[in-house]
């Protein structure tokens, strides 16, 4: 199975610099992969909210499953964080929830530049 992890820079691109740091959220839901185009139909839909990352993971989640996974990255603002887990479960309601980030707090993980600028305010 080939690594078809993506990044959606149109998500990245609305997001304001002075605005990132406190108002967005970013969370990890694990799905199969047979089902991950439902989580990126459900949130497209879903006001404020988008899909940052899908990769597949190289080991299955649960041993009884037979089925591969993949882990989505959504970002959305704080404010909708019901209405996004609502969305989530609805589509796929046997999808594990991962751990929920600050947006500063997902840039320094992932070390990208912009994290420095969001910190410092």
Request: glycine share 6%; aromatic share 8%; net charge positive.
């Amino acid at each position: 199975m080939g690594y078809a992890a993506y990044l959606d820079h149109a998500v990245r691109q609305r997001a304001h610099p002075a605005a990132t740091a406190g108002d967005f959220r970013v969370l990890e839901f694990t799905v199969p992969t047979t089902q991950s185009w439902r989580v990126r139909w459900a949130v497209a839909r879903c006001a404020g909210a988008g899909v940052l990352r899908c990769e597949p993971l190289k080991q299955n989640a649960s041993s009884d499953s037979a089925c591969f996974r993949a882990r989505l990255v959504i970002r959305f603002s704080a404010e909708r964080y019901g209405a996004v887990l609502q969305c989530l479960l609805a589509c796929v309601p046997d999808g594990e929830l991962g751990r929920c980030r600050g947006w500063a707090e997902h840039l320094e993980h992932h070390a990208r530049p912009e994290a420095a600028h969001t910190t410092s305010r």
